[in-house]
């Protein structure tokens, strides 16, 4: 970091760049005489759009795909931080880097957005678009009859393939990020291209978000100056959430595309989730619900391995 410049690392997908800005505009407020930068790095996700996810996520293969280059710019000083979205962060970071904040999490829910129905008005044998390996094997666990065809692509691409493919007949968006990009009208509907979609919240039909999904996180050099400035951003309870969800991950010893799912909740000074895995070559998903009273957590894989262990699959050892 120069005297007085802080730059801002980030992927150029139109999310991306709205989550950026969003930090910019969060630091600029702090820190009014700071001057900030943002430079895009192309991942190797991004250069590799016809991969199937699915497959390489099977291979073991995702670690640090949208993330690589991001880190090691920081890493060599190209950039100063770096903001993501904490649910495609691989749970473990490389030595040197830590995650230094969080803005205020958004809904954490997935949509289903078809063109004219929710849940209920999908046929028997529904094909929904999506590259998400937790999204398909929890819902094809709920709708064995539904079909996966894999999708890729930012928001508005994926949309415009929905639209192109009338042999589909939905795709699963995260809510937040609709949000951020603007694309939530007042009527409940998805707007883009001058089509309404329909939406309709998948938590309530059984779909828990993937750990971290809904959370900006604000990634940095370890004791850094800049962990100073980005700590004048930093959302407490947020943050929380964020650590106990990667936690969870790394217990699990799963990845951030791996089949896993958890609702968060801070209240009264207790973190409470619900927690859902499932595991390859078992028919049941597995479940566990957790509490932690805040104030007697002092090392968080410890505290949820202690609760976690149901959640374990029969090949696997808690200890």
Known sequence: MTSGKLTIGTRGSPLAMAQTKQ???????????????????QTTGDKNRNWSLSKVSKEGGTKGLFTKELEEAMLDGR???????????????????????????????????TRDSGVAGLPK????????VRRHR??????????????????????DKLANHPEWHATILAEAGVARLGMLAESGHLEHNNVAWKIDRLDRHGLLPAPGQGIIGIESRQDSEVQRILAAINDGPTEIAATFERALLSVLECGCHSPVGVQTEIEHGVLTADAR?????????????????????????????AQASPLFSSESSSS
């Open 23 to 41: 930090v910019q505009a969060e630091l600029q407020n702090a820190h009014p005489d700071l001057t900030i930068e943002i430079e895009v790095i």
């Open 79 to 113: 950039v100063d931080c770096a903001v993501h979205s904490v649910k495609d962060l691989p749970s473990e970071l490389p030595v040197g880097l830590v995650l230094t904040a969080f803005l205020p999490r958004a809904p954490s829910s997935d949509l289903l957005v």
């Open 125 to 132: 044998k529904a094909v929904v678009a999506t590259s998400s």
């Open 138 to 159: 929890f819902l094809q666990h709920l709708h064995p009859d539904w079909e996966f065809p894999e999708i890729r692509g930012n928001v508005g691409t994926r949309l």
């Open 277 to 305: 895995v499932i595991w390859e070559n078992e028919p049941l998903p597995r479940e566990a619900r957790m509490a932690f009273p805040l104030d007697k957590i002092s090392d968080w894989p410890q505290a949820v391995r």
